[in-house]
């Protein structure tokens, strides 16, 4: 333990303080000369983290409890609006049928008149002033037992009529002679129909809209139609209605768009969907208020009923208001407890763990804590953090044995560092050996291997010019064509703005072994094989092309396709390439560097595109 202790102390020093990770940095140098590094927290607290989470989820609970109240409240008060605009809207609605019903009761009553009936059978030559004035001071008679009808138009199926009222009416006898006003109360069968404005035959002089109940007349006896009757209510019957109900937000109105009755305000509003049979809501604003429109057709009658009414957070149910306090209280009290318990169960051990572990550090010793924690998932961290101390004893030693055998393994490399000296050395005494003994090229062999070793390793360096490949290409040719006669040749395309360029080095020799291995030397014939190089859009193209017997697109695609794999099936033929080309795409850090083209029986072609120069 003491050795450690010492090495420790030794090797360890604090190099500084990074702000913007948040993190105080340690380097801990070896006695390899290699450096790791070791971090410590300092990011805020957990415990200051839960206290601002707590005080956060506080914060938007109560937000969303005024919010939701806001809600709640304001949907209270439309419902109330829309319930108590439905109650009244149905009363009023049942009120106007059932004064329907005793208008349709005096229609009855008027059909049952025996001048009138007199004066409907009557022939056109007998009809005179004495039949008409009779059978309407008659109908006049009957009128006397109710109010709010204006008059009562009776006409002859050949069109003679008379009026109970006809001194404050404009009729368009033309329009009367017609047959399209009369079409629906045809229709009718005898039936009331309701309808505006006398079917458009006759106008109010004062332009007032009124209520028509049209019916057909028919013969009791005969069945046979004799006549029309139209009954005109004045629109201050609704007026007396809505009065009743002290009322100025309601509209009565028809369900072409006509006014009738009440708030015309209203009528700006007005739209198709208020003409069904239920009731229908539309929130709109007038004169700075919002409001709640409500409205609905009244069964079997062309009238709609309008009601507007305001809404807020008025009318708010105090028993909803003591439920969301009773909810906000409640979710306050568990988030105090939640984070009570936060505390004393996590931030508080966690804390006191992390004290133990600072301490530790502060000491500069390794050692074991023992801190008291609550729960199994702290204990199992406290035991990871005492393991771990065992497990860097256990590096430390294994970085001592490999620290003695890495000396050793410089020793040997220093010493291996003189063998490609004695290759040189030995060619050139083999090669003076052969120039004494007259073989010339054998001399010139000798040399070429030799030049070419030399720049095959060039100094261990990775990366060398453009130039320097093509030499070591060079070479690795002449000394093939010394093997192979005169069944290769080559040829070089570079461009001179590239030769100065660093690329990888034995990118292109292996590509000119693979062409005369697998390409030229199977075709059985003289081939060629040119390198190429220029510049193209800033990045540095280079090609090595054969006249050889090509390759088939699938293997192509297996050549282009396979990464992190040696080759494929065919290893032993497409290592080169394809270990190159892994080469090329980690020195440039891109995987589209590459392009093959062939032709089976004519040539291969492969390209690498460089754009790290």
């Known amino acids: 333990m003491s050795s450690h202790k010492i090495i420790l102390s030794s090797i360890f020093r604090l190099v500084g303080y990074n702000k913007s990770e948040g993190i105080i940095v340690g380097e801990a140098k070896l006695l390899s000369g290699k450096n790791f590094y070791i971090r410590k927290n300092t990011n805020i607290s957990l415990v200051s983290s839960m206290r601002r989470v707590v005080l956060g989820v ?9 919010f939701s109240t806001y809600l709640i409240a304001d949907n209270e008060r439309k419902n109330g609006a829309r319930n108590e605009s ?10 106007i049928v059932y004064d329907y019903e005793k208008y349709k009761s005096i229609s009855r009553l008027i059909l049952k008149d025996q001048q009138l009936l007199n004066f409907l059978r009557a022939d056109a ?8 004035n009779d059978a309407r001071y008659s109908v006049m008679d009957i009128l006397n037992v109710t109010e709010g009808v204006d008059t009562v138009m009776i006409f002859r199926e050949d069109l003679i009529m008379f009026s109970t009222n006809r001194f404050t009416y404009e009729y368009d006898t033309e329009k009367m002679e017609g047959e399209e006003w009369r079409k629906d109360i045809y229709a009718g069968m005898g039936k009331p129909v309701v309808s ?22 028919y013969d009791i006896d005969s069945q046979k139609r004799i006549g029309i009757m139209m009954i005109n209510i004045l629109p201050q019957v609704l007026e007396r209605m809505i009065t009743a109900r002290d009322s100025g937000n309601i509209c009565i109105m028809g369900t072409d768009g006509s006014y009738l009755a009440g708030n015309e305000e209203y009528i700006q509003f007005y739209e198709e969907g208020f003409k069904g049979r239920e009731i229908r809501h539309k929130y709109i ?12 057709c009244i069964e079997g009658l062309p009238i709609v009923i309008l009601r507007a009414s305001e809404y807020g957070l008025n009318g708010m149910p105090t028993k909803v208001i003591y439920v969301l306090i009773f909810l906000l209280a409640t979710i306050t009290v568990m988030e105090i407890f939640i984070g009570l318990f936060v505390r004393r169960q996590m931030t508080d051990p966690i804390s006191e763990l992390s004290s133990a572990i600072d301490e530790n550090r502060r000491s500069g010793m390794l050692k074991k804590i023992d801190v008291p924690v609550p729960n199994a998932e702290l204990s199992t961290l406290e035991n990871d953090y005492n393991r771990m101390i065992d497990h860097v004893y256990e ?29 040189y050395n030995s060619i050139a005494t083999i090669g003076y050996m052969a120039l004494d003994s007259g073989a010339t090229k054998v001399h010139e062999a000798l040399e070429t291997l030799g030049e ?11 990366e060398i010019p453009l130039s320097k490949e093509i030499t070591i290409v060079r070479d690795y040719l002449a000394i093939q064509k010394l093997r ?3 069944i290769l040749e080559d040829e070089y395309d570079i461009a001179d703005d590239t030769k100065d360029l660093v690329i990888p080095k034995l990118i292109l020799q292996p590509i000119v072994e693979n062409c005369i291995y697998h390409g030229i030397r199977p075709k059985g014939e003289k081939g060629i094989i040119k390198v190429t190089s220029k510049m193209s859009d800033g990045k540095l193209v280079l090609s090595v092309r054969d006249t050889g017997v090509g390759m088939p697109e699938e293997q192509i695609e297996k050549i282009l396709l396979t990464e992190g794999k040696e080759g494929g099936e065919n290893e032993s033929e497409s290592f080169g390439l394809w270990g190159t080309i892994e080469r090329v795409r980690y020195y440039t850090g891109e995987k589209d560097v590459v392009q093959i083209k062939s032709e089976i029986g004519e040539y291969t072609e492969i390209t690498f595109i460089i754009n790290k120069i």
């Open 58 to 66: 506080i914060l938007v609970v109560l937000a969303s409890f005024l």
């Open 452 to 462: 070419f070793y030399r720049n095959f390793l060039s100094k261990g360096e990775r």
């Open 395 to 423: 590096l430390m030693d294994k970085l001592m044995e490999r620290e003695k055998t890495l000396q050793r393994a410089e020793m040997r490399v220093l010493q291996e560092q003189i063998k490609p000296h004695f290759l």
């Open 86 to 95: 439905e109650r009244i809207i149905r009363i009023l609605s049942n009120t």
């Open 285 to 296: 604003r007038l004169n700075g208020k919002n409001l709640i429109l409500s409205g609905m």
């Open 196 to 217: 505006f404005n006398s079917n458009g035959v006759a106008t109010k002089i004062n332009n007032k809209q009124l209520i028509t109940i049209g019916r057909a007349i």
């Open 484 to 486: 192979y006669g005169d």
């Open 125 to 132: 030559d007998s009809v005179n002033i004495g039949m008409i």
